[in-house]
Nanobody
Framework: QVQLAESGGGLVQAGGSLRLSCAGS????????MGWFRQAPGKEREFVSAVRWNGVNTYYADSVKGRFTISRDNAKNTVYLFMNSLKPEDTAIYYCAAATNWGDRGDRLEYAYWGQGTQVTVSS
């Protein structure tokens, strides 16, 4: 089992940058694929990005490809989401999550453990 806690959200102007962090507890953190999802008001939670346990394989939603970068530091039990060129449509609560399978990394149902989320607001 792993517990997750996000941080780093905030208010930023369009075109700006933010770095989100997700700290995990537990000795098995490095064995999980880690994902970032987001949920805007009135919308379903959607996939943003994922990174495999090894930190080498990554995967992005088309809407953030080229603007966001995911990485992880297993020694610190932490996964990061670097967000650049932010747009107002990126405004949402961002959640990190842990999954045992890499195969369905874009499917939120594959993620067993979730953090509480951190708010990101991008003003125009």
């Amino acid at each position: 089992q792993v517990q997750l806690a996000e941080s780093g959200g905030g208010l930023v102007q369009a075109g700006g940058s933010l770095r989100l962090s997700c700290a995990g507890s537990g000795r098995t953190f490095s064995s999980y694929a880690m994902g970032w999802f987001r949920q805007a008001p009135g919308k379903e939670r959607e996939f943003v990005s994922a990174v495999r346990w090894n930190g080498v394989n990554t995967y992005y939603a088309d809407s953030v490809k080229g603007r966001f970068t995911i990485s992880r530091d297993n020694a610190k039990n932490t996964v990061y989401l670097f967000m650049n060129s932010l747009k107002p449509e990126d405004t949402a609560i961002y959640y990190c999550a842990a999954a045992t399978n890499w195969g369905d990394r874009g499917d939120r149902l594959e993620y067993a453990y979730w953090g509480q989320g951190t708010q990101v607001t991008v003003s125009s």
